[in-house]
Every structure is written in structure tokens, then in C-alpha cells.
């Protein structure tokens, strides 16, 4: 036998559809900057200028983090060498009281090859992942003042990304040593770099909204 013909059927006024929309919202919440100064650079380039060796900037506050940057003077990884490296780190997600400026010798591992990369990468747990803070940063080369330079400036950004505890996002290959060495920002033996921190938070809303059929609205039924 023959199936008949779909055919079309009008929903009931007594059967609204209901349908809902929902929103996710990526939005900054705050942002803050430090200048690190790096001065007497040809004394720290010996004391701290192997390959894996940093200069460490204070701490400073950006949407309720505390941030602290990596400088890098002969790479952060081998294949860095001859490059000046920087890393952003989050050094706590309170009000812990701020740190001063350090040295160390502590290599980046870890790192991917992109430029845009980040140091530490291990699995996160449960208690780590709580921490987690998305974030965009930005690095430049700037005046001693610790102001942009209206001439071509070495500025480079990262993507909002997430920073923990054990990790750190940066560029491992900003500029050359060559390139810094020969060029207007290192000054009387002094150069600064600029890191500006820009926190990143999501939400989700859900808005319902029953509405009860347009017209034309209905469901196609086929007979079997």
C-alpha cells in the first residue's frame, strides 16, 4: 500500500514554543602596568647575562592580582641565546604584600617554539585550576620615564591566556641583543620595558523567554 503524502499540521494555540537564548561574555574587568628599568645594563649583562638568567621586576597590582615580569638579558632557553627574553608570571590571586625586585639563575622549561609562548605547562589540579586567571599582556620598549615613545616602538601582545601559579606566558625572542644594544631605547646604560596586564573574565547568562508560536509556525508530520 502506498504511504500517503506528508502533510503539514498547525500547532495548537495551547502548545506555545518555547525557546531561550543564551549569552557568553568575555569582558575586562581591569588593568594595570609596571615599568622595569634596567639600568647599569653592560654590569648586569655580565652578571646575569648567561642563558637562562633573569632580572625580576617588582610586584605590582593589576583587577586584584599581584604580577611580577622575568627579564631574560641571553634567552630564557638555549635556542633563545642572543635574544632578550620576557615572561609575565601571576605572583598571587590576593592581597599578598608586594615583593621587591629579584635576580636569578631559574631556566624557563617547557617552552614552546611560538614566540608567544609559556614556561611551565605542567597538568592543573583541582586546586590549582581555582587560581586560574585569564589575562591579555602587553610588552614594549619604552622611554626611562617609563612612557611610549612616539618613534616605532618594539611592542608586542598576547592573547588573554591562562596564568597559574606555575606557569608563565611571554616572548622569548622580544627583540635581539644586537638590536636593543644599537638602538635608541638603551640610553646612559639603561633601557625599560614596559608590561601592561589586562584581567579577562566570563560569564554566562542565560535569558528564558516563552513565546507562543508565530504564524506559519507548526510541525510536519508524515504518515506512515
Not at 525557546?19 to 574587568?29: H, N, P, R
Request: proline share 6%; net charge neutral; aromatic share 8%.
Amino acid at each position: 500500500m502506498p504511504s500517503c503524502p506528508p502533510y503539514y499540521a498547525p500547532m495548537s494555540s495551547d502548545e506555545p514554543e518555547e525557546s531561550s537564548v543564551s549569552t557568553v561574555v568575555a569582558m575586562a574587568v581591569g588593568a594595570g602596568h609596571h615599568t622595569l628599568r634596567v639600568q647599569g645594563y653592560s654590569r648586569l649583562k655580565t652578571m646575569h647575562g648567561g642563558n637562562g638568567s633573569y632580572v625580576e621586576s617588582s610586584a605590582f597590582k593589576a583587577a586584584g592580582h599581584t604580577w611580577m615580569f622575568r627579564c631574560y638579558l641571553d634567552g630564557a632557553r638555549p635556542e633563545d641565546a642572543g635574544f632578550v627574553s620576557l615572561f609575565l608570571k601571576v605572583a598571587s590571586t590576593d592581597n599578598a604584600p608586594a615583593a621587591d625586585a629579584t635576580t636569578g639563575n631559574a631556566l624557563a622549561a617547557d617552552a614552546t617554539t611560538s614566540n608567544a609562548a609559556a614556561t611551565g605547562n605542567a597538568p592543573v589540579d583541582a586546586a590549582t585550576a581555582e587560581s586560574v586567571v585569564h589575562a591579555e599582556y602587553e610588552f614594549a620598549l619604552v622611554h626611562h620615564r617609563g612612557t611610549l615613545v612616539k618613534w616605532p616602538s618594539r611592542r608586542v601582545r598576547g592573547c588573554a591566556s591562562a596564568f597559574h601559579s606555575s606557569n608563565m606566558w611571554g616572548f622569548p625572542q622580544f627583540i635581539s641583543k644586537k638590536d636593543l644594544e644599537g638602538s635608541r631605547f638603551l640610553k646612559h646604560d639603561c633601557f625599560a620595558v614596559r608590561c601592561k596586564v589586562t584581567v579577562v573574565q566570563e560569564w554566562s547568562i542565560k535569558e528564558e523567554d516563552a513565546r507562543p508560536p508565530g504564524p506559519g509556525n507548526g510541525v510536519c508530520l508524515v504518515s506512515l
